[in-house]
T-cell receptor, first 111, second 113 residues
């Protein structure tokens, strides 16, 4: 089955700096790669996703890149703000199985 | 209107007891899931149901039994609770299996004492 590795497990950045979180996946059939944000005590919520026919996608300060050959994808957050502090999860699925999540990255944005 | 709702939000119970968590979605989705999030925040799939039928049952003890009376509901019953069952349990739903957004419920924090 699919296996998703996520790095780093914790990340601290100064407010205004960029943050990058990286994930690798094992199943070359995976074609859907969402990113979820989970604030303390809350549910995971989708912030951006990308499909395998696209190499990059942006939404304001958030961008995701996908390298199918290398089987890795990354989340980029620019101009970080304190409210970006949360746990971020990457996930992957080939479409016939549930999403498999990475182990999460705890992002702390220091004001 | 909450898209995916689960009850209760908190559950504290003694070892050996049996408890249930209920989940309902009003999104018209075909697929529902139970995920377990442990103290290290790992989100691990437990069960997946598609149109009331069990599709995936990961390596979960048979003390855990999901039941789907209709495609809008997926309940989780746990027998003979153990200390290691303490975690946050999330119900989720999606339009289809895996390749679309999963919407999560607010979670149930289960504490076994």
């Amino acid at each position: 089955g699919e296996n998703v590795e996520q790095h780093p497990s914790t990340l601290s950045v100064q407010e205004g700096d960029s943050a990058v979180i990286k994930c690798t996946y094992s199943d070359s059939a995976s074609n859907y790669f969402p990113w979820y944000k989970q604030e303390l005590g809350k549910r995971p919520q989708l912030i951006i996703d990308i499909r395998s026919n696209v190499g990059e996608k942006k939404d304001q300060r958030i961008a995701v890149t996908l390298n199918k050959t290398a089987k890795h994808f990354s989340l980029h957050i620019t101009e970080t703000q304190p409210e970006d502090s949360a746990v971020y999860f990457c996930a992957a699925s080939p479409g016939n199985t549930p999403l498999v999540f990475g182990k999460g990255t705890r992002l702390s944005v220091i004001a | 209107d909450t898209a995916v709702s689960q009850t209760p939000k908190y559950l504290v119970t003694q070892m050996g007891n049996d408890k249930s968590i209920k989940c309902e979605q009003n999104l018209g989705h075909d697929t529902m899931y139970w995920y377990k999030q442990d103290s290290k925040k790992f989100l691990k799939i437990m069960f997946s149901y598609n149109n009331k039928e069990l599709i995936i049952n990961e390596t979960v003890p048979n003390r855990f039994s999901p039941k789907s009376p209709d495609k809008a509901h997926l309940n989780l019953h746990i027998n003979s609770l153990e200390l290691g069952d303490s975690a946050v349990y999330f119900c989720a739903s999606s339009q289809s299996q895996g390749n679309t957004e999963a919407f999560f419920g607010q979670g149930t924090r289960l504490t076994v004492v």
